[in-house]
């Protein structure tokens, strides 16, 4: 599999990559005559040893696979490509699918066809938005502050949602592990949705157990969130395991604030690694694994942040799109409704350049949600992602519009037409901007 | 004119995000895209520039101090970037270079790393140890070689300390850039410094630059820390310090 695996950094750092060019095509043309059946049998990482494993072969459905269980890799990939094979029938082979027999496929398969095979997906999620309709793209606000300044965060969210950014969440990822802030920073979330009768939900991406002590502390929490990795042993470095996440999903939902959908997951190819919880199992493969977790919690939302983790694991611009296209393919061909922190660090080859390469890419693949930071740098996090204007130009440019509820509270208020366009006008934005301005702290306008 | 004007500028003043750029159509205003491809050029600049050690030997001959140059196993500013665990751990020659010096009498010795930002130590390396260099002379602890290191990660000044056979360990060491502070140095400090410790065996005082703490900030908060730490004989989360408020982070 590793030696399968298009060239990338982390495999490289891990010593499993393949030693030469052609020892990498001459893995890939071994795999395509493997038989897809073999990955429900042969485990990469033993069933006794990880929980991820377990739940993967446990909840694998024999039923659903029987219709491709003929089928080598190779086939695999060609009967994805066929124009027969629609979403109605990816559906009901998508439980007798795993993340391995994805991964592999993934391996032979060329950028394109990565785009091809999602972009006959749907899958929609919803709270008080709906995201992932075909013909709309959402966006989760990111208003992130190294100081989590309340003011600071509320400016950065009236900017966000005047470009028409926020309808898959408003997300803050806070600087501290302060369970008191937390609680500070929901409530002003709340506050901010419910005052503004605004169609989506909030989210503040602390530690998972943060969350349920807010839950216990009667916070108003929408989404819950955590990252999530493909094996055991890097679960448990980030402090969780799946009875946890399932303990968080049942506290959520006895909220009772949205449909059942909950959970908000981020994963992301080198984690492992780094959390030296891989078992020699290349990162692309442990990636998807992860993908078999976050399918246990039917969440609202899942995106992989593709270039946060640095060079050592994706090199370059081109790693770095290669890794964000299979990680969006791999997470569909699942069910999972699927987004992409589209981004890098500073120390990684790549620019902005090559987050509009991604973005658009993704998009055209049916990408289910982007990020919206205010121009692109989130001067919490020190990694630079895409920004409310990227929002505009791929929703533009694609004839995409916001979730069909966001879309129309936007016209309700006079921010867009209904094509989706941005209002130019100064009078309506005034108006919003005089209700949104009595949501900052009083004492300062 | 062919960009307008977002009617909300007044918002910036609550924050440094950048927010109420203007809209050229649905793109962002030329000026806008040129202030963050300056601000990522310098960014991107302070990565892979190195280090200018030779004006930093030079100064510290000038104050007087002791300094010797080491390198980690990396060989290149890719090998370093591609291979953390390289950064972390010395190569042959620097070892026995460190060997040679051991002296197991010195509390104390700093280390001037180059990280992730060359312009943060140019920036910020100096003045912080001219205030150091004073604030210690007051505090009697001994103080060994200074030691220059190249292509060097957080881990690679226990290695250091431990050769050395020092008492703790200041280690200088540019961070990550990001676009508001391509300058930023972090100090990390260790008390008893091995090759095999974590994370949690250190005390980290980051985000000395301009916009953030200042280098005599950070020299007084380091001196604070030291000094807290000998009279503990310990460093690290347990160490659960207060610095004083003068140089609030």
Redesign the interface.
């Known amino acids: 599999m590793a030696k399968a695996s298009p060239l990338r950094s982390g495999d490289v750092l891990a010593g499993i990559a393949a030693k030469s060019e052609e020892e990498r095509v001459a893995a890939q043309i071994c795999m395509a005559d493997l038989p897809l059946r073999i990955f429900a049998s042969e485990h990469l990482i033993p069933y006794e040893i990880d929980e991820v494993t377990r739940a993967i072969c446990d909840s694998w459905d024999q039923d659903a696979f029987r219709p491709v269980s003929h089928l080598t890799v190779g086939q695999f990939r060609e009967h994805l490509l066929q124009e027969k094979t629609t979403d109605e029938e990816l559906v009901k082979l998508a439980p007798g699918l795993t993340p391995e027999m994805l991964a592999a496929v993934s391996k032979l398969m060329r950028n394109q066809d990565l785009i091809s095979v999602a972009a006959k997906i749907e899958v929609v999620t919803k709270f008080r938005s709906s995201v992932g309709k075909k013909g709309h793209l959402a966006i989760r606000l990111q208003p992130n502050h190294p100081t989590d300044n309340i003011k600071a965060i509320i400016a950065a969210t009236i900017d966000g949602l005047l470009y028409g950014c926020g309808d898959a969440v408003i997300g803050i990822n806070p600087a501290t592990d302060s369970i008191d802030r937390m609680t500070e920073l929901l409530k002003t979330l709340d506050h901010i949705i419910s005052s503004m009768d605004i169609p989506t939900q909030s989210c503040v991406l602390g530690h998972v157990t943060n969350q349920i002590e807010a839950i216990n502390r009667g916070c108003p929490v929408d989404l819950i969130f955590q990252s999530i990795a493909g094996t055991e042993k890097t679960n448990q470095s980030y402090g969780i395991n799946l009875s946890i996440l399932r303990e968080a999903m049942d506290a959520g939902q006895s909220l009772s604030r949205g449909q059942g959908q909950v959970m908000y997951f981020e994963t992301g190819q080198g984690s492992c690694l780094s959390a030296r919880g891989h078992h020699n199992v290349d990162q692309q493969t442990l990636e998807a694994r992860a993908y078999g977790v976050a399918r246990l919690f039917n969440p609202f939302l899942v995106n992989t942040v593709v270039g946060f983790i640095g060079p050592e694991y994706l090199y370059d611009g081109k790693q770095i799109t290669r890794a964000g296209l299979e990680d969006h393919f791999c997470a569909k061909m699942l069910r999972l409704p699927m987004g992409c922190d589209v981004c890098y660090t500073n120390h990684a080859q790549a620019d902005q350049d090559d987050m509009d390469n991604l973005m658009t890419l993704l998009a055209v693949a049916g990408c289910n949600y982007f990020m919206g930071v205010p121009g692109a740098d989130d001067i919490m996090l020190n990694y630079q992602s895409t920004s409310f204007h990227d929002a505009q130009y791929i929703r533009e440019t694609l004839r995409l519009k916001p979730a069909p509820e966001f879309d129309l509270w936007m016209q309700r208020l006079g921010l867009s037409d209904n094509q989706g366009r941005l209002s130019y006008s100064k009078q309506l934005q005034g108006s919003f901007l005089t209700q949104a301005t009595k949501l900052l702290p009083s004492g300062d306008l | 004119m062919t960009s ?1 004007h ?3 500028s ?3 003043r ?8 203007g ?1 050229a ?4 205003p030329t000026n ?1 895209v040129l202030n ?2 300056l ?2 050029s310098k ?2 600049d ?2 892979w520039s190195e280090v200018d050690f030779t004006a930093m030997r030079e100064y510290l001959q000038t104050s007087n101090l002791n300094f010797v140059d080491v390198q980690s196993r990396c060989r290149s500013k890719q090998e370093f ?4 665990d390289l950064g972390r751990s010395l190569n042959t020659s620097s070892d026995s270079v460190l060997g040679q010096k051991k002296t197991d009498q010195c509390d104390l010795i700093l280390v001037i790393a180059d990280g ?1 930002s060359a312009h943060a130590v140019h920036e910020n390396g100096k003045p912080f140890v001219d205030h150091f260099m004073q604030l210690l002379k007051q505090s009697g602890l001994s103080l060994g070689p200074v030691v220059l290191a190249k292509y060097a990660r957080v881990g690679l000044g226990d290695n250091i300390g431990e050769a050395l056979g020092a008492k703790s360990v200041v280690m200088l060491i540019g961070e ?5 502070s ?1 300058e930023s140095l972090s100090i990390y400090y260790t008390f008893k410094p091995r090759a095999e410790n974590t994370d949690a065996c250190r005390n980290c005082i980051s985000n000395i630059h301009a916009s953030g703490i200042s280098p005599e900030g950070a020299a007084i908060m380091a001196d604070h820390l030291i000094k807290t730490s000998f009279h503990r004989q310990l460093s690290g989360v347990d160490l659960k310090i207060e610095y004083p408020s003068l140089a609030k982070k």
């Open positions: 307008s977002d009617p909300w007044f918002l910036k609550f924050t440094h995000a950048r927010i109420a750029l809209r159509g649905h793109g962002t806008e963050f491809r601000a990522h960014a991107r302070s990565v970037l591609l291979n953390p992730l990550r850039p990001g676009l508001a391509a």
